[in-house]
């Protein structure tokens, strides 16, 4: 399969110009990548990254730790379809009958994207109702990494085991937080905003929401055994880089081999 070239969601944006209109040129997987895929390696996000380094064609200068999240899902969603094809099979559990079921969507197509336009800057500075002004951006690989790390050594810890809080919740909103008062903030100053009252935080998520960019990974759902209608977030399995199941055709015996030898 020839390679294609794909546009990213950020457009490019933010990159110094490394990456103009955001297209990149993507290769399929070989058995090279899926040997990778193999390794016994714990930290799965860097095997990924891997795999997508080696499928990019061509000259980029962007260090994937460097790019946005977002973009980095979008190229795993192109190398996925561009190697195996678009059907994407997962099975869903009804939350109200607690029923399974399983759906196939076709990545991206049955996905929504949201791309970066002109008017949306590195930094959207926002005041809560709070009047605290804080500048939002959106999450890095490399913040992704960091976030990892964090709920890694806090687990390990056995930290908030008796709250039985996700230790992740929090540290996430402070990554997005850049600025404070009009001025750079690091994560550790972020994080002394919490505990934030309820309207903050709904707030805040709220501009997240709005300034993120990428595929939308809601799935709608219809329960086939209550008729139930729910939302749920697209899940990553074995499946997604390892499918199971191809299609190919069967080439007829040639009639001379099939019949026995006579003397």
Do not use: W
Not at 59 to 78: E, G, K, P, T
């Amino acid at each position: 399969m020839k390679s294609v070239t794909e546009q990213l969601p950020s457009r490019g944006k933010f990159y110094g110009g490394a990456l103009p209109d955001g297209k990149i040129v993507l290769r399929p997987m070989t058995t090279d990548e899926e040997e990778l895929l193999l390794t016994d390696r714990e930290n799965r996000m860097d095997v990924i990254d891997d795999v997508i380094r080696r499928c990019i064609e061509g000259d980029c200068s962007v260090d994937i730790n460097n790019m946005l999240n977002s973009d980095r899902v979008y190229l795993m969603f192109a190398i996925r379809n561009l190697s195996y094809g678009a059907e994407y099979s997962v099975t869903v559990i009804c939350p109200n009958c607690k029923s399974d079921f399983t759906i196939q969507i076709d990545i991206p197509k049955d996905l929504k994207i949201k791309c970066l336009d002109d008017t949306d800057d590195e930094i959207t500075e926002i005041e809560l109702p709070s009047s605290t002004v804080v500048g939002i951006r959106r999450l890095l690989v490399k913040d992704e990494k960091d976030i990892a790390l964090f709920v890694k050594q806090r687990k390990s810890l056995k930290l908030n085991e008796e709250q039985k809080v996700s230790p992740e919740y929090t540290y996430r909103l402070a990554k997005h937080i850049a600025t404070i008062g009009g001025k750079k903030a690091t994560v550790a100053q972020a994080i002394k905003l919490f505990p934030m009252n309820g309207r903050d935080s709904l707030a805040l998520r709220q501009a997240i929401e709005d300034t993120a960019c990428g595929l939308d990974l809601t799935i709608n759902h219809k329960c086939p055994t209550c008729g139930r209608k729910f939302p749920s977030n697209l899940e990553f399995t074995v499946e997604f880089f390892r499918p199971r199941t191809a299609t190919y055709k069967r080439r007829p015996r040639d009639s001379a081999e099939a019949r026995p030898a006579t003397e």
